[in-house]
């Protein structure tokens, strides 16, 4: 492994800053309540952290729409904390990632103020401006550049009266999109970065990085029955001019530098793309987050559920390790702030299972090949929300489709709500639960998103005190990460595709070799692998429950083997 790959050992933890620790009672988390929460991250072992935006924003997609892209929000602190923050992290020997959103900026940052307020002036063209469709009235409905939806509902188009045009939003109407076919957008965006990484951040998760390129004919997409608005994405996922773009930021910003980590966000990235960005000869990124694994259980449309079938999250995760196993390099996660609690879906969050089940899923997916990313809570056992009606939700994409759905989709509000307890992105964004207190040692005043009402079982403190926890299995798979080698660098063999209840892959570097076997479901399932006897009287490195007998899991429980074998 090179040195310069240390990320391969490495496991990375998000931090939702609201959502996470606040320490001056505004119901919001802020820097100094991560600050006050660094020795809980040590603990884990973690080596990296990553920050969900911490920039002034109007906070329209909490945060994910900048201003400025050179300070600190207010609600969150200042540079001078953010600095005391990061000298924090670096001494616990780990490093510090921020979270560039370059794809768009807020549309109160000054560069959008500018390109609106004229169709001449000088950062016009900094955004994606155009006239309304040919024949068409401006500002009336059908009359937008193109027929694209934006991903929160409506249209990704909003008609600024001003200069009597519309730009383009894939998100939200706050969050306009950045000209990347610009050459000074891109000058700006490198400069911005090269301030951060001479402040000291090792590093940037790049949000929807493979949305920065378009097709700059702009063509309209197909529509599907039943919904509103066209999904434009074939213009602009994986866009004509990606590489050479990322190629460029790498030659601008990370050249010369070293202990860096690059992780780019593509949802609809394919393996080969993958492997294109990813392979370190071609001086791009270190790696990417693909969706695959977690759009297995919605079906064609992403607000339809459909329950996980085992054989399809297999063939998935087999493909991405298969496709990058001699190029590139693969992310591992199960969750983030824009995915419901794994636990939830994928597992049992009931009282009989929880704790198992979010222990199978934390070892099934730390032991693939790739560097893991722990979601704040993951580490716990967070669960989803029990959300009520509408009114329970924060989340603008939540907002968006609701309205969206029942305005101009025809659906009933009990269908709608159906899905989003399931998916909402703010079953992820409830605070953090550190104690049994009423707010959950998250605040002392209230919190700007309810805080789950198990945190009375579910807690950090109760956790730490308890070696059978969560916690305590989370900080041994990553302990095991950075003290066993095959973990990080072996190579990986998915066994029993076509088994719908159990998980079964084996590792193996040089003359070690593990056998990791999950168990899916609440029965009591056998594991038919070539080798079983052998397997079986190996060395039980890892198991939730108790040692089975000849391969015979117990409901969600996991075993990880380790055996050595001759050459
Ligand atoms: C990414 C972020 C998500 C955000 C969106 C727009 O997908 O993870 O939270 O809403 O980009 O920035």
Not at 498 to 522: K, P, Q
Request: hydrophobic share 35%; glycine share 8%.
């Amino acid at each position: 492994m090179r040195s310069d790959e240390w990320w391969k050992k490495a496991v990375v933890y998000q931090i939702y800053p609201r959502s996470f620790a606040d320490s001056d009672g505004d119901g919001m988390g802020d820097l100094r309540g991560v600050i006050d929460h660094l020795d809980h991250l040590a603990e884990l072992g973690v080596d990296v952290l990553w920050f969900s935006p911490i920039y002034p924003s109007p906070q329209d997609d909490n945060g994910y729409d900048i201003s400025d892209y050179q300070d600190i929000e207010p609600l969150f602190g200042d540079l001078a904390t953010f600095d005391e923050l990061l000298a924090g992290v670096h001494h616990r020997g780990m490093k510090l990632i921020m979270d560039l959103v370059v794809n768009h900026s807020s549309d109160e940052h000054a560069w959008f103020q500018e390109s609106r307020s004229s169709k001449d002036g000088p950062k016009r063209d900094w955004y994606w401006w155009r006239p309304a469709r040919d024949g068409m009235e401006p500002g009336t409905p059908g009359a937008e550049p193109t027929n694209w939806g934006s991903v929160f509902g409506g249209p990704a188009w909003e008609y600024d009266e001003k200069t009597g045009e519309y730009y383009l939003h894939l998100f939200s109407r706050k969050q306009p999109d950045l000209n990347w076919e610009n050459p000074e957008v891109r000058e700006a965006v490198y400069a911005m970065m090269r301030w951060w990484l001479d402040r000291g951040v090792d590093g940037f998760r790049m949000d929807v990085i493979n949305m920065i390129s378009k097709d700059t004919s702009l063509p309209d997409g197909r529509l599907s029955a039943g919904t509103a608005y066209a999904d434009g994405s074939a213009a602009y996922v994986g866009g004509p001019r990606l590489h050479e773009f990322l190629q460029e930021m790498h030659r601008e910003v990370f050249a010369g530098r070293e202990g860096l980590l690059t992780v780019g966000e593509m949802p609809g990235v394919t393996v080969d793309e993958a492997r294109l960005h990813t392979d370190p000869a071609r001086q791009e990124i270190d790696m990417v987050f693909q969706f695959d694994h977690v759009w297995v259980d919605r079906g064609t449309d992403p607000w339809m559920l459909q329950p996980l079938q085992l054989t399809k999250l297999k063939a998935i995760l087999g493909r991405w390790q298969a496709g990058l196993a001699d190029l590139g390099w693969n992310s591992l996660y199960w969750n983030n702030h824009d995915q419901p609690r794994v636990v939830s879906r994928y597992g049992d969050d009931g009282p009989e299972h929880r704790v198992a089940s979010a222990k199978m899923l934390g070892a099934v997916l730390h032991l693939h090949r790739g560097t893991p990313y722990v979601y704040q809570g993951e580490e716990l056992g967070m669960t989803n929300y029990p959300f009520g009606g509408i009114e329970d939700f924060r989340d603008i994409e939540a907002l968006g489709h609701y309205r969206q759905a029942l305005d101009l989709e025809g659906r009933t509000p009990d269908e709608v709500l159906t899905v989003l307890r399931a998916r909402g992105r703010d079953n992820a964004r409830t605070p953090m639960q550190w104690d049994a207190s009423p707010q959950a040692g998250f605040t002392t005043g209230t919190p700007w998103l309810a805080v789950n009402p198990n945190h009375r079982e579910i807690n950090a403190a109760a956790q730490r005190d308890d070696p059978d926890s969560v916690f305590h299995w989370y900080r041994q798979l990553i302990e095991l990460r950075h003290t066993e080698p095959v973990v990080a660098g072996g190579d990986f063999t998915m066994l029993l595709p076509n088994d719908e209840r159990l998980y079964a892959f084996t590792r193996r570097l040089d003359d070690t070799e593990l056998l990791v076997i999950g168990n899916f479901t609440g029965e009591t399932v056998g594991a038919e692998i070539e080798d079983a006897a052998a397997w079986s009287s190996a060395e039980l490195l890892l198991t939730n429950a108790a040692a089975p007998d000849d391969l015979r899991l117990g409901p969600w429980q996991v075993v990880v083997y380790r055996r050595t074998v001759r050459r």
